[in-house]
């Protein structure tokens, strides 16, 4: 697999220099400086211990599921799939490393790792830190960033990074009129604040809206939450939302919730700037329908001495590492059965430059 040169830390350089590589690309290579973005959901990331308030009782060692009450718990769950992993699934310590052995391998597609990364689906930030310090430790990246939700299944949004924080990170709570029963499978919105290394600001947003069977209105006011946290910014700071937004294409096709809701605040960085395997990030098998379930919105911001821009042709879907592919090059979930696969969703990077005041 090529690799781009090493990735020096971005406190302490003007600038970074980033190759992001992707299968298939037509153009594969970025061959000047800045400053690199990655969103991933890892799928499940849990750690083997049973954690009070959190639904987590399918990802525990088998030899912690033989008790008659965990067994009632499971034979609760309606959805068949879910029950036999609660029962069955033997989650341990080995497993885990093996789990985050595959995460590290796919975010070193970029050569010293993304400046950022967005995560999703992460139990809490010791996992973080843990896939950081255990497997991550020559890239350079600061303490997780992850503020504990309220999501019943105890899944969080977080961000590892190489620029400094400028500002205590805030999670933004959803609420959803007309649903509130389903506020609870769902998560915050995480606002976290960089700065950059010629010291100006960089907004970025971390998401997970509610997942494609609940209502379309739930995600219409989740955008509708994450337009209102954007316009609360300075005018002039540059921001971007990252995250797994749960918009299918036949959503989008048939409501029109992106050109309402998105469009006309963001940029969506894949639409025009996406080179390479650019199918979608994640592929339902049932109708053969790729959709950018993950995504990278843009705002520029104002700035009139330095400018966070979007790369022209940076965009890619981060699917070079051969684990991250089915045979029928789809995302290869992780299946712990066999410790095969990565995630579900594929990875997606963009590149930002910083345009200095002529």
Known sequence: MRRIPHLPAPIVMASLVVVLLAACATRDSLPDAGLSIMTFNVQNLFDTV????KDDKAYLPLEQKQSTAHRDACQAIEVES????CLELDWDE??????LRALADTIRQVDGGPAII???EVEHAALLDRLRTGYLADLGYGPAILVEGSDLRGIDVGFLSKLPLAAEPVLHPLTFPGHPDREGDTRGVLEATFQQPDGSLLT???????????????REQAYARLNALRAALPADRPAFAAGDFNTTRTEDRDTGILERYVRPHWAIVHETECRGDCRGTYYYALDDNWSFLDMILFAPGRRKDATAVLRA????????VPAQRTTANTPAAFEPATATG????WPLLLLL???QKQ
């Open 82 to 85: 879910w029950r036999a992993e």
């Open 313 to 320: 042709e940076s965009v890619r879907v981060a699917n070079a």
């Open 118 to 120: 967005v995560f999703q």
């Open 353 to 355: 430059d910083l345009k």
């Open 342 to 345: 990565v995630s579900d969703h």
């Open 94 to 99: 080995a497993l885990l490393a093996h789990k």
């Open 204 to 218: 970025g947003f971390a998401v997970h809206f509610p997942a494609p069977f609940h209502p379309t209105a739930m």
């Open 50 to 53: 049973d954690d009070p308030g």
